[in-house]
Nanobody
Framework: VQLQASGGGLVQAGGSLRLSCVAS?????????MGWFRQAPGKDREFVAA????????VYADPVKGRFTISRDNAKNMMYLQMTSLKYEDTAVYYC????????????????????WGQGTQVTVSS
Protein backbone atom coordinates (compact mmCIF):
# COMPACT_ATOMS: atom_id res chain seq x y z
CA VAL A 1 0.00 0.00 0.00
CA GLN A 2 1.30 3.42 -0.92
CA LEU A 3 0.02 6.84 0.03
CA GLN A 4 0.94 9.86 -2.05
CA ALA A 5 0.41 13.32 -0.60
CA SER A 6 0.30 16.47 -2.69
CA GLY A 7 -0.93 20.04 -2.66
CA GLY A 8 1.65 21.68 -0.46
CA GLY A 9 3.31 24.95 -1.33
CA LEU A 10 4.11 28.48 -0.27
CA VAL A 11 1.23 30.63 0.90
CA GLN A 12 0.86 33.91 2.76
CA ALA A 13 -0.54 33.98 6.25
CA GLY A 14 -4.32 34.03 6.10
CA GLY A 15 -4.37 32.03 2.88
CA SER A 16 -5.64 28.55 2.12
CA LEU A 17 -4.34 25.29 0.76
CA ARG A 18 -5.90 21.94 0.06
CA LEU A 19 -3.80 18.85 0.57
CA SER A 20 -4.68 15.60 -1.16
CA CYS A 21 -3.61 12.05 -0.52
CA VAL A 22 -4.25 9.14 -2.87
CA ALA A 23 -3.89 5.51 -1.86
CA SER A 24 -2.81 2.73 -4.17
CA UNK A 25 -2.42 -0.98 -3.68
CA UNK A 26 -5.46 -1.34 -1.48
CA UNK A 27 -9.02 -0.11 -1.49
CA UNK A 28 -9.77 1.43 1.83
CA UNK A 29 -13.03 0.48 3.46
CA UNK A 30 -15.48 2.80 5.12
CA UNK A 31 -14.26 1.71 8.52
CA UNK A 32 -10.61 2.53 7.92
CA UNK A 33 -9.16 5.48 9.77
CA MET A 34 -7.37 8.19 7.85
CA GLY A 35 -5.36 11.01 9.30
CA TRP A 36 -2.93 13.85 8.82
CA PHE A 37 0.18 14.59 10.83
CA ARG A 38 2.81 17.29 10.47
CA GLN A 39 6.41 17.85 11.43
CA ALA A 40 8.00 21.26 11.73
CA PRO A 41 11.78 21.72 11.64
CA GLY A 42 13.35 20.66 14.92
CA LYS A 43 10.07 19.34 16.30
CA ASP A 44 8.44 15.95 16.69
CA ARG A 45 5.73 14.76 14.34
CA GLU A 46 2.34 15.86 15.65
CA PHE A 47 -1.23 14.91 15.05
CA VAL A 48 -3.34 17.26 12.95
CA ALA A 49 -6.65 15.55 12.15
CA ALA A 50 -8.28 12.16 11.72
CA UNK A 51 -11.40 10.74 10.13
CA UNK A 52 -12.70 7.46 11.53
CA UNK A 53 -14.72 6.43 8.51
CA UNK A 54 -18.38 6.47 7.58
CA UNK A 55 -20.47 7.29 10.58
CA UNK A 56 -17.29 7.85 12.48
CA UNK A 57 -15.86 10.91 14.07
CA UNK A 58 -13.53 13.61 12.85
CA VAL A 59 -11.01 14.81 15.40
CA TYR A 60 -8.72 17.80 15.22
CA ALA A 61 -5.73 19.03 17.14
CA ASP A 62 -6.54 22.16 19.12
CA PRO A 63 -4.27 24.47 17.09
CA VAL A 64 -6.16 23.72 13.85
CA LYS A 65 -9.74 23.45 15.08
CA GLY A 66 -12.06 25.66 13.13
CA ARG A 67 -9.47 26.24 10.41
CA PHE A 68 -8.74 22.78 8.97
CA THR A 69 -11.20 20.22 7.61
CA ILE A 70 -10.42 16.59 6.90
CA SER A 71 -12.50 14.70 4.38
CA ARG A 72 -12.34 11.55 2.31
CA ASP A 73 -13.69 10.03 -0.87
CA ASN A 74 -13.69 6.26 -0.48
CA ALA A 75 -14.68 5.68 -4.11
CA LYS A 76 -11.52 7.43 -5.24
CA ASN A 77 -9.33 6.18 -2.40
CA MET A 78 -8.59 9.79 -1.55
CA MET A 79 -8.41 11.92 1.55
CA TYR A 80 -8.09 15.68 1.81
CA LEU A 81 -7.09 18.37 4.26
CA GLN A 82 -8.59 21.77 3.58
CA MET A 83 -6.55 24.39 5.40
CA THR A 84 -7.79 27.95 5.81
CA SER A 85 -6.61 30.99 7.77
CA LEU A 86 -3.12 29.59 7.65
CA LYS A 87 -0.60 30.82 10.19
CA TYR A 88 3.16 30.93 10.18
CA GLU A 89 3.19 28.19 12.81
CA ASP A 90 1.40 25.84 10.40
CA THR A 91 4.63 25.61 8.43
CA ALA A 92 5.64 21.95 8.34
CA VAL A 93 5.86 18.82 6.27
CA TYR A 94 2.42 17.28 6.23
CA TYR A 95 1.98 13.51 6.14
CA CYS A 96 -1.11 11.51 5.35
CA UNK A 97 -1.62 8.25 7.16
CA UNK A 98 -4.12 5.42 7.22
CA UNK A 99 -5.03 2.44 9.32
CA UNK A 100 -6.91 -0.63 8.15
CA UNK A 101 -9.35 -0.42 11.06
CA UNK A 102 -11.33 2.11 13.04
CA UNK A 103 -8.89 3.41 15.63
CA UNK A 104 -10.43 4.12 19.01
CA UNK A 105 -10.90 7.78 19.84
CA UNK A 106 -8.33 7.85 22.61
CA UNK A 107 -5.62 6.52 20.29
CA UNK A 108 -6.22 8.68 17.21
CA UNK A 109 -3.37 11.03 18.03
CA UNK A 110 -0.85 8.20 18.33
CA UNK A 111 1.15 7.88 15.12
CA UNK A 112 2.00 4.28 15.98
CA UNK A 113 -1.65 3.35 15.41
CA UNK A 114 -1.38 4.05 11.69
CA UNK A 115 -0.24 1.35 9.28
CA UNK A 116 0.47 3.33 6.13
CA TRP A 117 2.20 6.67 5.54
CA GLY A 118 2.67 9.04 2.67
CA GLN A 119 5.96 10.71 1.85
CA GLY A 120 4.96 14.17 3.04
CA THR A 121 4.29 17.47 1.35
CA GLN A 122 5.83 20.77 2.42
CA VAL A 123 3.59 23.61 3.52
CA THR A 124 5.29 26.95 4.06
CA VAL A 125 3.34 29.92 5.39
CA SER A 126 4.99 33.30 5.11
CA SER A 127 4.22 35.86 7.77
Amino acid sequence: VQLQASGGGLVQAGGSLRLSCVASGRTFSRSDTMGWFRQAPGKDREFVAAHRGSGGTTVYADPVKGRFTISRDNAKNMMYLQMTSLKYEDTAVYYCAAASRRIILSALRDSLQYDYWGQGTQVTVSS
